[in-house]
């Protein structure tokens, strides 16, 4: 049992050692010539005016929350795939319970006119 | 014909920052002095300008019939994506300004700020007449005269529009150029 | 239609002449709109383009307009001052009348009254004078 | 639109200068709320050179080559305004052939820009595989262009009183052999694009341009014909023999991009019809006509009107008696539909921007002249 962690060790050393490596290459090896002009914000080549720390339409972040929402779900419900076949009858039903709880969510939101993008 | 250069636009000649030896240029000195190490730093330039010269991302700066050539060299039948040149629409992702048309007093400003925001290091091709010393429009009022007054530039590619052949052969010369670079300094 | 012209604005109308498609007219500044306005009513309903010309004496806007039905041509040209001279615009009669003014006033410096945005197009907003007269001398 | 319950702030965002989607250098000022484009500010000027101002300093002949720089997706169409305003100032007559000839060598040049639209337009939706064949099917005529002019894209092709130089051997059959070979792949792309979902999504129903509105801000060209109005130079006014020649001018009634973009495909097939019959009947004989040496036409003034890949292209001549032009003008198409874009952009979200410049079609270098 205990070489299997042993893999995740490896894994993540391997992991931070090749970011270490390459952030170390790339600052040695490139060049440095800060401008001030370089760290401008690049818009078509105009200096920007105004900021864009503005006040949106509040249905952008209605649409924000359902998508990350569902997004999470997604990921559970891969691990979820990958061993349903060992699992047995149970993990099944759990998990349609999981989306059903989700889906009373999404409906919800519908009702109250979070979907509507006009 | 001296004209005047818009304010905000920065002499090429004056760099904003004097060092610009990298970390390594800095010890690469001290490295040269132990015997073997010209070796290790020759083959370091070649690996590292292999890699420049071989992707060189270009800006897609279409400002006049420049740009269309461009655009046939970078299509299907002269494709540029053999010499690894892929066109990007930022100058944040991009290493090689391609200045493709007539400059007008009215871009010099907007050029000089896509060069400065470009990262390092940083090339430019002047393609055609107009971005090389005003070409045809040599007598006008608005046009400024050669590219070069506002940002340094590597090759300059006569023709108006140079044929695609043209341009590739700027490429191949700039990319012999970047072959000569070392980390040690321009040589 | 030069009939037409000439009864409905009479003297306004400097001078009228017909050379094939073309109906070359001479308007005096104060009735340009209205001259326009009624062309647009007989069908010269597109305005092809609003230019002008340094004619060393003085300046001349010329104003071409088309009927599609027709295939006419109605060439208005009208006198401005060399310097300082002023127009009146023709954006209440035809909205395409905005950007080809604006160039006329960038390239030699005649204004149009009532115009909604009366700025330089071509040229950066601190150029000095107007390149296309014949006046002005490329430095 | 809804009733706003909380109040939000708009931004002004440059889609500016160095775009890879303006086509040239034009700057847009997009004043959003959030992703809908409340109000658009062109800003334009940017490859202004001053060609009219230089006019005034070269000969008749030298002024030539700078009418190929205005238009640069079709230079014959410009040459052929200048040469037909000096040409009627000096009551001079180009040749049977050399007309024939100049009338292939402008629809040569309007399936060359149509193809450039076509392939611009589609790698702006994305598509960018039908800009790699919209380009490599522009090629051969490259070629044509090069065996004739001597160049790809600023031809320069045309003279006072006819063409610079006879078409070489083998031209009429390459010419022909093209005719044939473009069909079948044009209802390929059109099968490709209009047969696309996200390309109709994108493109039906967008930048509507009503057809009174196009004539009122003085479009011309695709862009008036894609909003119903029946109405094309070439059928109008006709000059060189396209009052010989059968074909027909095509509209669509649908006044948005997929109406632009379908009216320029039908005629790319229009213009190989042209091609082809031009093709057949070809005379012999001179392709210049007698011109005197230095041209000096008389005083006076005249204007020549083509119809362009993208509208109605015209040139204005005044001339002093000297060898040099009093005054030349050039009214060109793009500059007006700039100036119809805010018109076209209200309303609509920031991706339809996109559309809409790219089926408008403009050429910035004909824009600020």
Same mark, same amino acid.
């Given at each position: 049992?205990?070489n ?27 060049p ?31 649409f ?43 409906g ?11 | 014909m ?6 905000? $636009? ?26 073997g190490?010209?070796?290790l ?51 944040r ?5 391609f ?5 007008s007093?009215k ?16 090339? $430019?091709?002047?393609?055609?007449g ?22 340094? $530039? ?34 | 239609?030069l ?11 400097e001078?009228a002449?017909?050379a ?27 305005l ?26 109605l060439v ?50 601190d150029?000095e ?6 006046t002005?001398?490329?430095? | ?6 109040? +939000? ?16 250098v034009?700057?847009l ?11 658009c ?7 202004h ?9 070269r +000969? ?16 014959a ?18 040749p ?23 392939? +611009? ?7 960018? +595989? ?7 099917e ?31 051997e ?7 052999? #093209?005719?044939?070979?473009?069909p079948?792949r ?13 390309f ?23 862009t ?6 029946? #109405? ?25 991009c ?25 005379p ?8 005197p ?37 050039f ?19 920031i ?5 809409i ?13």
């Amino acid at each position: 049992m205990g070489n299997q962690y042993a893999y995740v060790a490896v894994f993540t050393l391997v992991g931070v050692v090749f970011l270490i490596v390459a952030l170390t290459a790339a600052w040695v090896l490139r060049p440095r010539r800060p401008s001030k002009a370089k760290y401008m914000p690049y818009e078509c080549g105009i200096v920007p005016e105004g900021d864009a720390w503005n006040q949106l339409n509040p249905r952008y972040y209605i649409f924000a929350l359902l998508y990350l929402l569902f997004d999470v779900e997604a990921a559970y419900l891969y691990p979820w795939a990958i061993r349903v076949g060992k699992l047995g009858a149970y993990a099944v039903v759990e998990m349609f319970i999981f989306l059903a709880v989700l889906a009373f969510g999404l409906g919800y939101a519908w009702r109250e006119g979070g979907l509507k993008w006009e | 014909m001296g004209i005047a250069v818009p304010p905000d $636009v920065k002499r090429p000649d004056s760099p904003e920052s004097e060092d610009s030896l990298t970390p390594l240029g800095r010890t690469a000195e001290v490295i040269c002095r132990v015997p073997g190490g010209t070796i290790l730093m020759t083959t370091v330039d070649k690996v590292l300008n292999w890699g420049r010269a071989s992707s060189l991302w270009y800006l897609t700066y279409g400002l006049a019939c420049c740009a269309i050539e461009m655009m046939c060299t970078a299509a299907s039948r002269w494709d540029l994506d053999r010499f690894g040149l892929i066109y990007r629409g930022t100058p944040r992702q991009s290493d090689l300004m391609f200045v493709a048309g007539t400059v007008s007093k009215k871009m010099a400003p907007v050029l000089r700020r896509l060069y400065d925001q470009m990262a390092d290091p940083k090339y $430019v091709i002047a393609m055609g007449g107009c971005a090389c010393e005003g070409g045809p429009f040599h007598d006008s009022y608005f046009t400024v005269q050669g590219v070069d007054q506002i940002v340094p $530039v590597d090759v300059y590619i006569a023709g108006c529009p140079p044929r695609p052949e043209a341009l590739i052969d700027g490429i191949l010369k700039l990319q012999e150029k970047i072959n000569r670079e070392s980390v040690r300094g321009k040589k | 239609m030069l009939e037409k012209l000439k009864a409905q604005f009479g003297d306004a109308i400097e001078s009228a002449e017909e050379a094939g498609r073309e109906l070359r007219v001479q308007v005096a500044p104060r009735s340009l709109v209205q001259v326009a306005r009624a062309a647009k009513d007989e069908g010269f309903a597109y305005l092809a383009d609003i230019t002008a010309m340094d004619t060393n004496d003085a300046l001349r806007v010329v104003y071409r307009l088309i009927s599609f039905a027709t295939g006419r041509h109605l060439v208005a040209s009208a006198l401005a001052p060399r310097a300082g001279g002023r127009l009146p615009s023709l954006t209440a009669v035809f909205r395409g009348a905005e950007w080809p003014e604006r160039e006329v006033y960038d390239m030699f410096g005649v204004r149009f009254d009532g115009h909604p945005d009366m700025r330089r197009i071509l040229l950066t907003d601190d150029w000095e004078g107007h390149p296309l007269l014949k006046t002005w001398q490329t430095k | 639109m809804t009733q706003r319950l909380t109040p +939000t702030e708009t931004m002004v965002l440059n889609m500016g200068p160095q775009h890879p989607s303006t086509h040239g250098v034009l700057r847009l000022q997009l004043t959003l709320d959030g992703e809908v484009v409340l109000d658009c500010m062109p800003v334009i000027g940017y490859l202004h050179r001053g060609i009219e101002k230089i006019g005034e300093a070269r +000969t008749y002949p030298q002024i030539l080559p700078y009418t190929d720089r205005l238009d640069y997706l079709s230079s014959a169409s410009n040459n052929l305004a200048y040469v037909q305003a000096v040409e009627k100032l000096m009551g001079v007559e180009a040749p049977e052939r050399a007309k024939y000839l100049r009338v292939i060598l402008l629809e040569l040049n309007r399936i060359a820009s149509h193809l450039m639209f076509v392939a +611009t337009f589609a790698n702006d939706l994305a598509a960018t +595989t039908v800009f790699l064949y919209g380009l490599r099917e522009r090629e051969p005529i490259m070629d044509l262009f090069e065996m004739w002019t001597g160049a790809r894209l600023t031809q320069s092709g045309l003279r006072v009183g006819g063409l610079a130089r006879d078409i070489p051997e083998g031209f009429v059959d390459k010419a022909r052999e #093209y005719c044939t070979f473009l069909p079948p792949r044009l209802d390929e792309y059109d099968r490709l694009l209009s047969g696309n979902r996200i390309f109709r999504v994108r493109t039906e129903g967008i930048g509507i341009l009503p057809p009174e509105e196009a004539v009122d801000y003085g479009c011309s060209g695709p862009t008036l014909r894609g909003s119903g109005v029946r #109405y094309d130079i070439r059928r109008d006014e006709p000059y060189e023999v396209y009052d010989q020649l059968e074909f027909d001018v095509v509209t669509t009634s649908t006044c948005d991009c997929m109406g632009r973009y379908a009216v320029r495909m039908q005629e790319m097939r229009q213009s190989l019809r042209i091609i082809q019959q031009c093709l057949d009947r070809l005379p012999e004989g001179e392709v210049i006509a007698k011109v005197p040496r230095t041209i000096r036409p008389p005083a006076g003034e005249a204007y020549g009107r083509v119809e362009s890949p993208r509208g109605d292209f015209g040139c204005w001549v005044v001339s002093d008696g000297g060898p040099q032009p009093a005054r030349v003008r050039f009214r060109t198409p793009s500059f007006y539909h700039v100036a119809a874009l805010p018109r076209m952009l209200r309303g609509w979200k920031i991706g339809d921007v996109v559309a809409i410049l790219g089926s408008v079609d403009v050429v910035l270098g004909e824009v600020d002249r």
